[in-house]
């Protein structure tokens, strides 16, 4: 993904076919002007491109292929990273390498639109010191970019990040702000616009104001039809189905549900996510007997080709068997988790699935079964797991030999979490 300017080109392939400036000015170009051009001093003249490209037998497109030109075909490759969720291994290298070129050419535009992405990357990954490094370049790119429609994007992505930290109040003044100014600007494209209301309405329905998310959604009804992709609008309608099951109208919800299910007809995995939502509301709404099969439904129906993505899916499904006592199921999930995980040779997944068959085991009374596969876990999360994480575990290991009667045990587990508090 090397970038070159046209002077960087003309300057290599001058060099590998072993000529000096004066061999390829002859009388047509002043030496002085193409040590210029080379240099990225000046820009060159189509004319001298032209003449150039038959010199050192090079493609003319190649040579007006410019900086700029390289740096925007390279962000349309991380944008299809970002869409299927599926990153490289040299992504940040790669992306980092890109915006350097970005900031010294002064391209605040293409710079803020790296920044976007590569916020939207640490964000999936739960990088949240990264965000906080790249927060203050990012904010300062976006002032130099003198465009407002850059200044939005980044607080609507401080917004997301806010609600990926719980702070749901905060996200929401963010995103009513970014919905309020665009339409003051009367942007033609309605995609940021959507994206800002859609955003606040789903975090007012976490926030449980569901008056207020309904008045997001009767707004999000009128401008629906802008959105540039199917799976956008099943996002829509799911929020819509969910709102209804908050507010007990279930002949909305089916009707939501059918054109949400229509729109993700074609995705599977969001699909079997949006069941997987749908059971978690219900069982808020004390309907159990409907979620569990909605639960059942999105456990069958989540995607198998890639086993990590499946993996994460369903130890959020465990979770919340686990939280509505739903134990049986849980625990045959948990098992296939494991299955999947020592396929994988994955730690993470090893530690999560020991995890939570020490948990259920607990919440049958069964300690003495869950003591050996809290230690597994432990033993497991000691190796990635961060501080806090680790802290909290011995808390739960002290707690749960308390309850075993092993004293000397639980307080073992408890100095460890003192002591590792101290270091935090």
Request: charged share 30%.
């Amino acid at each position: 993904m090397e970038i070159l300017s046209t002077g960087e080109k003309i300057k290599r392939a001058r060099i590998y076919k072993g000529l000096t400036l004066r061999d390829i000015c002859e009388e047509k170009i002043s030496v002085s002007k193409m040590s210029c051009i080379e240099n990225n001093k000046v820009t060159a003249e189509p004319w001298i491109l032209e003449y150039i490209s038959g010199k050192l037998d090079l493609d003319l497109k190649y040579l007006m292929h410019d900086v700029r030109d390289q740096i925007l075909e390279n962000i349309k490759v991380f944008k299809t990273y970002k869409e299927n969720n599926s990153y490289s291994n040299n992504y940040i290298e790669n992306v980092l390498y890109n915006l350097e070129y970005a900031e010294t050419y002064r391209y605040y535009d293409l710079a803020c639109e790296i920044l976007h992405l590569l916020f939207s990357y640490h964000l999936s990954k739960n990088n949240f010191e990264d965000l906080r490094i790249i927060i203050p370049r990012y904010y300062d790119l976006c002032q130099k970019s003198n465009d407002e429609l850059f200044q939005l994007k980044y607080y609507m992505d401080i917004a997301v990040y806010l609600s990926s930290n719980g702070e749901y109040s905060q996200a929401i003044s963010y995103y009513s702000s970014v919905r309020k100014r665009l339409k003051e600007l009367k942007v033609e494209d309605k995609s940021q616009l959507i994206r800002a209301t859609y955003n606040e309405c789903a975090a007012l329905i976490t926030m449980e104001d569901f008056d207020a998310a309904k008045e997001r959604c009767d707004e999000l009804v009128e401008i629906v039809d802008y959105s540039e992709t199917d799976i956008l609008k099943g996002d829509i309608y799911h929020i819509f189905s969910i709102l209804a099951l908050h507010t007990n109208d279930y002949e909305k919800f089916k009707d939501y549900e059918e054109k949400t299910l229509y729109y993700y007809r074609n995705d599977v995995r969001r699909k079997a996510m949006c069941f997987h939502n749908f059971a978690l509301t219900m069982f808020k709404n004390n309907k159990r007997s409907t979620a569990k099969e909605y639960m059942n439904q999105a456990i069958e129906q989540y995607p198998k080709e890639n086993t990590e993505q499946l993996c994460s899916f369903l130890i959020i499904a465990v979770q919340t068997l686990i939280e509505n006592e739903i134990l049986d199921l849980a625990q045959k999930v948990t098992d296939e988790v494991l299955n999947y995980a020592i396929n994988l040779d994955s730690t993470k997944f090893i530690e999560s699935a020991y995890y939570y068959k020490a948990v259920i085991l607990q919440m049958q009374n069964n300690y003495s079964s869950s003591e050996t596969y809290m230690n597994l876990s432990l033993d497991a999360l000691v190796r990635y797991g961060s501080k806090s994480k680790i802290y909290k575990r011995y808390l739960e290991m002290g707690e749960m030999y308390h309850k075993l009667g092993e004293i000397a045990e639980s307080i073992k587990f408890f100095n460890l979490a003192m002591q590792l508090e101290k270091k935090m």
